[in-house]
């Protein structure tokens, strides 16, 4: 029976890199996405036709609880099982420090930080019914350590991210082993508006001298989701190419 793998805000970036990856390595995958309609329903189609597995596109938001209950529910009907969940979807805002403001803080936080937990507690409790399942985090480098002050709330949300990984490998103990990705800089749309001598500069303090490809983050993922991980639990792996 094929393992089934819920990537949130997949239709796009990261995402879209893992969940392919996923269905590369013969998953039926969960697209899971709030706004990107026709990105999601077009990568179902590629993903089914490339390694003929099931792809399901399920539109929601992961920081409204109801939403998730639905989507949940909805997987459960479709693949009776979840037995990996990478909690991906994430909003970073660009704004000055004295420009940001509490709304700022509470939207990256729900979207970042609460979102996962919502996520991890319907799906959690699924995978403990089958005693198994493996929960991977997306934070950032930005979580560790502190960069840069335009980037405050967001920073906080990924270190968040961390602490959360920590107490859900508790909460979930012995059956769910729970990971954390933490990349640097990727090549992604979230990145695509910050200004070319920030990137020129950035780019220079990375041993690499360049920024991820998605799926270089989408590997160590999976391979955390994989067999070959089972003794990997409660760890936060770094993938930032030196910097
Ligand atoms: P992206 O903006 O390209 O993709 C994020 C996806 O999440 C989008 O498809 C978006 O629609 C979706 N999303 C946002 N809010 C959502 C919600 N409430 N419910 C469902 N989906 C939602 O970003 P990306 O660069 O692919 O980032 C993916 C993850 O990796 C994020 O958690 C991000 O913080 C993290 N990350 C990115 C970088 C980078 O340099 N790009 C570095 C470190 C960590």
């Known amino acids: 029976m094929n393992k089934v793998a819920l990537v949130t805000g997949s239709s796009r970036g990261i995402g879209k890199a893992i969940i392919t990856d996923f269905a590369k390595k013969g998953y039926n995958v969960v697209i899971n996405y709030i706004k990107e309609y026709n990105e999601a329903e077009r990568l179902k189609e590629k993903l089914e036709n490339e390694y003929s597995i099931r792809a399901l596109t399920i539109k929601a938001d992961v920081s409204n609880e109801d939403e998730v209950q639905e989507m949940v529910a909805n997987i459960k009907k479709e693949f009776k099982r979840i037995d990996v969940l990478v909690n991906n979807a994430g909003i ?26 919502i996520v991890s507690k319907y799906v959690g409790n699924e995978m403990l019914k089958n005693k198994s399942g493996k929960i ?15 980037s405050i709330d967001y920073d906080a949300s990924k270190a968040g991210v961390i602490n959360l990984t920590h107490n859900l490998a508790i909460q979930f103990a012995p059956y769910i082993n729970v990971n954390c990705v933490a990349p640097g800089w990727v090549n992604t749309d979230m990145n695509k508006e910050l200004p070319k ?8 303090r990375i041993y690499k001298k360049r920024f991820a490809e998605p799926s270089e983050i989408a590997k160590v993922v999976t391979f955390l989701a994989s067999d070959d991980a089972d003794f990997i639990n409660d760890e936060i792996i770094k993938v930032d190419g030196g910097y």
């Open 92 to 117: 970073a805002i660009d704004k000055e420090f004295e420009d940001r403001t509490v709304e700022d803080w509470k939207r990256t936080l729900s979207v970042n930080l609460i979102a996962p937990f």
């Open 197 to 204: 001598d920030l990137i020129e500069e950035e780019t220079n």
């Open 136 to 150: 991977i985090n997306i934070s950032s480098t930005n979580g560790i350590n502190a960069f840069f002050p335009t």
